[in-house]
């Protein structure tokens, strides 16, 4: 079993940041790519990004590029998602995955075998 700990969501203003943190147990090592996603209220979870543990190699969704950026410790098996400039549609529960399919899978939900719970952002006009 792996598990998945989402943090630092909260309400921020529209242009604000908040950076989401991630916390992996150590067998999420064994998925050589973790991902996030977001579910807003009434929509279907959409892909925001995802990273390769190994090699740090990112992908985002074009909703997100210029705005969002996916880092990871190794040390510390933390996974983080800073997202700037802020605007009121990116409110939704975000959450981490850890997949085992290569990055160019990262877009597709299915491909995700674990999930964490979620932590919600809430960004006001």
């Known amino acids: 079993q792996v598990q998945l700990v989402e943090s630092g969501g909260g309400l921020v203003q529209a242009g604000g940041s908040l950076r989401l943190s991630c916390a992996a147990d150590g067998r999420a090592f064994r998925m050589p790519n973790m991902g996030w996603f977001r579910q807003a209220p009434g929509k279907d979870r959409e892909f925001v990004g995802a990273?390769?543990?190994?090699?740090?190699?990112?992908r985002y969704a074009d909703s997100v590029k210029g705005r969002f950026t996916i880092s990871r410790d190794n040390a510390k098996n933390t996974v983080y998602l800073q997202m700037n400039s802020l605007l009121p549609e990116d409110t939704a529960i975000y959450l981490c995955?850890?997949?085992?399919?290569?990055?160019?899978?990262?877009?597709?939900?299915?491909?995700?075998?674990?999930w964490g719970q979620g932590t919600q952002v809430t960004v006001s006009s």
């Open positions: 995955a850890a997949s085992g399919f290569s990055l160019e899978y990262s877009d597709d939900d299915v491909r995700y075998a674990y």
């Open positions: 990273i390769t543990w190994s090699t740090g190699s990112t």
